[in-house]
């Protein structure tokens, strides 16, 4: 049994560092998100272009900024022409890198739930506490803002700019929200567990 939990509190360690990485590397990728809608900010309309370009898997739309190649773009999102017939790619872009800043934004809130979850069981602390019930309920809520939040975004930018608009939702939006549902059952049967915990503690 005491080999058994040394095993387990080495992976849980192994498993903690793992997400203190991955939240250092989200405070790179939001730096980098913030640094590109305050520059795409200071830039005229014109500065933004969409060309074609001829690879080796055929025609693609490329972004071009300041005349410099950038990357492939979706040519059926930001080629979308306003009321007065020009295309807003630079106002798609910033909203882009917003949308980005929020979902790696929430995706560090879930990372240092999980982290304080996993710092208690490092010190030997029971998981059926009332404080990782509230952790898990965290989870849960954050995980379907994740799904939400971001096509709300999208939908209330690209009504400002278009007067028009879509709620770009995919599959994959209503797989996380149905497993923010599941995360969400989980925390209720910890909290179960931490009701029988804490009469055991009495008991004891």
Known sequence: ???????????????????????????????????DIFQYSTMTDSAFTIQQVNTDTGMQNYLYIN???????????????????????RKLLISENIINTVR??????????????????KAKQSPFYHKNVKRLRMVALVSMLFAVLPPTIDFVFSLVIFNFAIFNATSLNFYIIFISVVIGMIAEVFNYGSVLQKDMDQIA
């Open 1 to 35: 049994m005491k080999q058994d939990l040394t095993v387990l509190q080495k992976k849980i360690k192994g498993d903690t560092t793992f997400l203190l990485v991955s939240g250092i590397i989200l405070v790179f990728v939001i730096g980098f998100y913030v640094t």
């Open 104 to 121: 790696s934004l929430l995706m560090m809130i879930i990372l240092f739930t999980l982290t304080k979850i996993f710092k208690d069981l």
């Open 67 to 89: 005349g410099e190649q950038q990357y492939p773009i979706d040519y059926n999102y930001y080629g979308r022409l306003n009321e007065e017939g020009s295309m807003e790619i």
